[in-house]
């Protein structure tokens, strides 16, 4: 079955910079996109990234955009969220994610993906 594990969360104060982990087991990681999600309490769970199947179309959200970055290692079977000048409302647990058809774009919508992992959890002090 399909398995995802997030690695790389953190305490780190407001400026500073994380880099979150992804590994995918249980499918043919190369054929599909990934996304990654976030949700702090008492919020719905959000949009933060995308990459498409191929690596060549990446999608953020307006938060993030400029400071974040997302990227995959096939050989590794692994995406990745570079998280640069981060800020106190970035605090969230992180979640990745991958679709259940494979050969998708990076979509933006948490309803298209099917399986997800545990979350890692990124705190952002001031």
């Known amino acids: 079955q399909v398995q995802l594990v997030e690695s790389g969360g953190g305490l780190v104060q407001a400026g500073g910079s994380l880099r979150l982990s992804c590994a995918a087991s249980g499918l043919t990681f190369s054929r599909y996109s990934m996304g990654w999600f976030r949700q702090a309490p008492g919020k719905e769970r959000e949009f933060v990234a995308a990459?498409?199947?191929?690596?060549?179309?990446?999608n953020y959200a307006d938060s993030v955009k400029g400071r974040f970055a997302i990227s995959r290692d096939n050989a590794m079977n692994t995406v990745l969220l570079q998280m640069n000048n981060l800020k106190p409302e970035d605090t969230a647990v992180y979640y990745c994610?991958?679709?259940?058809?494979?050969?998708?774009?990076?979509?933006?919508?948490?309803?298209?993906?099917?399986?997800w992992g545990q979350g890692t959890q990124v705190t952002v002090s001031s």
């Open positions: 994610a991958v679709p259940r058809r494979p050969y998708g774009a990076a979509n933006g919508h948490y309803s298209l993906y099917d399986y």
């Open positions: 990459i498409s199947w191929s690596g060549g179309s990446t």
